[in-house]
């Protein structure tokens, strides 16, 4: 629960913030980790927004539970520590 907690606190930072390639980076990580399947890569990819993909990756790994809340935040440490130190993440 803390993860996804975490996470959900930090939904409007993450999605005002986050970059469209660190979000397409961050979709190869979660699919890789087997935290989203091919499908939900494709759906999310399409989405033209900035915003609006970042929105839908945080509400669907969110949806997935506590463990993939925290390969969620350990993937966006390595992609963007700036940004996690923003968020609050180690």
Not at 12 to 19: A, E, H, I, L, Q
Not at 23 to 33: C, E, I, R, Y
Not at 68 to 77: A, D, E, G, H, Y
Request: net charge positive; glycine share 4%; aromatic share 4%.
């Amino acid at each position: 629960m803390l993860h996804q907690k975490q996470l959900h606190s930090v939904r409007k930072n993450f999605v005002d913030r986050v970059s469209k390639s660190v979000v397409d980076d961050l979709l190869d990580g979660l699919l890789q980790q087997k935290v989203i399947n091919n499908h939900e890569m494709e759906t999310v990819k399409v989405i033209p927004e900035r915003a609006e993909k970042a929105r839908e990756v945080i509400d669907m790994v969110q949806r997935k539970g506590d463990v993939s809340c925290l390969i969620m935040k350990t993937l966006l440490v390595e992609l963007d520590p700036f940004l996690c130190t923003t968020l609050g993440f180690r």
